[in-house]
């Protein structure tokens, strides 16, 4: 089975504060994911990797960017966060999209900015 | 673009009653469609998928028919238990594209 391990279940911190969130993946695909999460709004995609150093931004990159230095490892940061970054982080990757592969998720990270 | 279209919750059942989770989705081409599933504090995890017009996704108890005419992937299940209290996700997949486009969520509450 897929795993798909995020560093911290909870993070709390301030505003303004650099965060870092980690996603580690054990199947060597190739592409991954981060989603935000709120209530109403379902899930939303931050930014994506089909490759290492190669990133894309997906619906909400603005205040994020990522890290894909090696293929198992996808991370998030946010430079200077902001209160409207309180929210609940996905982490997913798939082998190969073009067969209908399904996403294999973390089980999230829930950030609260003070 | 694409997009997904699913009822709103909560929706709340009885132990043993029907279930129908409406989704509907617009999208170029043939997508994949998939139901994800949502247990609390947990991620998402693949319930079913439906990969081309007509096919039928089933797991656990529940089913999804991929409709084309009526761009529609229905979640149905004929006696729903406690434990399927989670929130469920429509998805699709664009053919040959790497992102999945996700509905809004709908929380299920199945009571004793």
């Known amino acids: 089975d897929v795993k798909v391990t995020q560093s911290s279940r909870y993070l709390v911190k301030r505003t303004g504060e650099k965060v870092f969130l980690e996603c580690v993946q054990d199947?060597?695909?190739?592409?991954m994911f981060w989603y935000r999460q709120d209530p109403g709004l379902g899930l939303r995609l931050i930014y994506f990797?089909?490759?290492?150093?190669?990133?894309e931004k997906g619906d909400i990159p603005e205040g994020y960017s990522v890290s894909r230095e090696k293929k198992e490892r996808f991370s998030l940061i946010l430079e200077s966060a902001s209160t409207n970054q309180t929210s609940m982080y996905l982490c997913?990757?798939?082998?190969?999209?073009?067969?209908?592969?399904?996403?294999?998720f973390g089980n999230g990270t829930r950030l609260t900015v003070t | 673009g694409d997009s997904v279209t699913q009822m709103e919750g909560p929706v709340t059942l009885s132990e043993e009653a029907c279930l129908t989770i409406?989704?509907?989705?617009?999208?170029?081409?043939?997508?994949?469609l998939f139901w994800y599933v949502q247990y609390p504090g947990e991620g998402l995890q693949l319930l079913l998928k439906?990969?081309?017009?007509?096919d039928k996704g089933s797991n656990k108890g529940f089913e999804a028919t991929y409709r084309k005419e009526t761009t529609s992937f229905h979640l149905e299940k004929g006696s729903v238990q406690v434990s399927d209290s989670a929130v469920y996700f429509c998805?699709?997949?664009?053919?040959?594209?790497?992102?999945?486009?996700f509905g809004t969520g709908t929380k299920l509450q199945v009571i004793p």
């Open positions: 997913a990757s798939i082998n190969d999209p073009g067969t209908g592969d399904a996403l294999h």
């Open positions: 199947m060597d695909h190739e592409n």
């Open positions: 990797s089909y490759d290492v150093k190669m990133k």
């Open positions: 409406n989704c509907t989705y617009t999208a170029t081409g043939y997508p994949s």
């Open positions: 439906a990969t081309k017009a007509d």
């Open positions: 998805a699709l997949l664009a053919g040959g594209y790497q992102k999945v486009t």
